[in-house]
């Protein structure tokens, strides 16, 4: 007892602290506002949460920003001089990171409704997938960095012919910790109404879901133990101190052209080749080898509340942009259906910003047609942090958008 006691303060000790730390919401309306972000950026340290590079700033957009406590005078003075328009949304940082730890001398055991840590993800992923034979399997499609077992879950009724799949992967980016919550809940709601919803029984009778619980192993761990804030992977390379480049950012779409940064400093560094992230290249690998039969792909991301789809590299419009469209406003209306949480679909570029290498737009130019990407809730008022309390409804509001596209992409084979 003494002991764990002791570890569970050195791990308090190693971990950063957000103490004293502000999350601004800054909404730029001239040029000179623009100016002032982009050089604020590079004078000071500061962690751009929406959009997540200094140089996706434009007018009119919302930018969230966390702020260390030492700029905190420098920056309401700017603020001030400038007149520009801004909002706090979290003004204890570091109160907002503890609420959701997870550590203590008696670890508590793994939860839908609560955020886990990767031990408890790992665990749970191998007592599920030896649940329920005749619906799951597992597969260890790669390594991470780090050497984690890359966990890759198949749901479907077993068959003996090859059946058209559904790819979909949770946690590419560390911070965004309910996107990983939505994995498990996809699991285990997947299991557990196999048989009584009419929808997910022919869903998973005549069709396979591969669900990656969380992409970016690694990160996610460092979250849990280290930094709260992390985004990108952990891998190293000689000659940078800078760890890690963003997973979302490596994919071989238009690489590095345009919203990532080359910069391996940067948190939008884009690797230093497509898939130079191993993380990356075994997803990219087994998706190339089962292209013949996955027919959508869908990663979860947070936060903005979004369904985003091709382009995110270039601002030309997919070749199947009207049904992409309508398929992300049918799955956006049901997803509002339920809390009344609201949605904006459209292409990446245009409805968030311009940022090449990504995984959808890598996977759709690959030949999967369906390919989004969701941004959960909320829309900044909790950002990374959202409260556990908002776990349960925002799984329960995402299913119905996920089997949404899950039977029209069914219907469509
Ligand atoms: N917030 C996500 C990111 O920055 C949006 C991804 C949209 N797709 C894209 N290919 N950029 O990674
Ligand atoms: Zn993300």
């Not at 560094?269 to 990356?280: D, L, M, R, T």
């Not at 601002?315 to 956006?332: I, P, Q, T």
Request: glycine share 6%; proline share 4%; with cysteine.
């Amino acid at each position: 007892m003494k002991l764990l006691l002791l570890f569970g303060l050195v791990a308090v000790a190693l971990a950063d602290s957000f103490e004293g730390q502000k999350v601004f919401r800054l909404k730029p309306a001239i040029d000179e506002h623009v100016t002032l972000i982009k050089e604020l950026a590079q004078k000071i340290e500061v962690d751009f949460w929406r959009p997540e590079n200094p140089e996706l700033v434009t007018i009119d957009i919302d930018v969230d920003i966390r702020v260390p406590a030492i700029y905190l005078d420098m920056v309401n003075t700017l603020l001030q001089q400038s007149e520009m328009e801004h909002e706090i949304l979290i003004e204890d940082v570091q109160a907002a990171v503890e609420a959701q730890e997870d550590t203590g001398p008696s670890p508590r055991a793994h939860s839908y409704t609560k955020y886990n840590s990767w031990d408890k993800i790992q665990a749970w992923i191998n007592s599920i997938a030896s649940s329920n034979s005749n619906l799951i399997s597992r597969q260890v499609i790669g390594n991470t960095y780090e050497g984690r077992p890359m966990n890759l879950l198949k749901l479907g009724k077993k068959s003996s012919s090859s059946k058209p799949a559904i790819f979909m992967d949770c946690g590419i980016h560390a911070r965004e910790w309910i996107s990983t919550a939505f994995c498990q809940w996809f699991v285990k709601e997947a299991l557990s109404t196999y048989g009584q919803d009419q929808q997910m029984t022919s869903l998973l009778d005549q069709m396979d879901v591969y669900v990656l619980p969380v992409f970016n192993i690694d990160g996610y761990d460092y979250t849990h133990k280290s930094n709260r804030m992390w985004r990108k992977t952990r891998s190293r390379k000689t000659g940078s101190s800078c760890i890690g480049a963003d997973p979302n950012r490596n994919f071989d779409a238009g690489w590095c052209t345009l919203g990532a940064s080359s910069n391996p400093c940067s948190d939008t560094f884009c690797g230093y080749k497509p898939e130079s992230e191993i993380e990356a290249k075994n997803v990219a690998n087994f998706i190339r080898n089962n292209k013949a039969s996955i027919k959508a792909y869908i990663t979860i991301h947070s936060y903005s509340q979004l369904l985003l789809f091709p382009y995110s590299y270039t601002y030309k419009l997919a070749a199947d942009h009207s049904e992409l469209m309508r398929v992300a406003e049918g799955a956006s209306a049901a997803l509002r259906s339920l809390y009344g949480t609201r949605y904006t679909s459209g292409p990446g570029a245009t409805t968030i910003y311009p940022a090449a290498g990504g995984s959808d737009d890598w996977a759709y130019d690959l030949g999967v047609k369906y390919s989004y990407t969701f941004e959960l809730r909320d829309t900044g008022r909790y950002g990374f942090l959202l409260p556990e309390s908002q776990i349960k409804p925002t799984c329960e509001e995402t299913m119905l958008a996920v089997k949404y596209i899950a039977s029209y992409v069914q219907k469509n084979l």
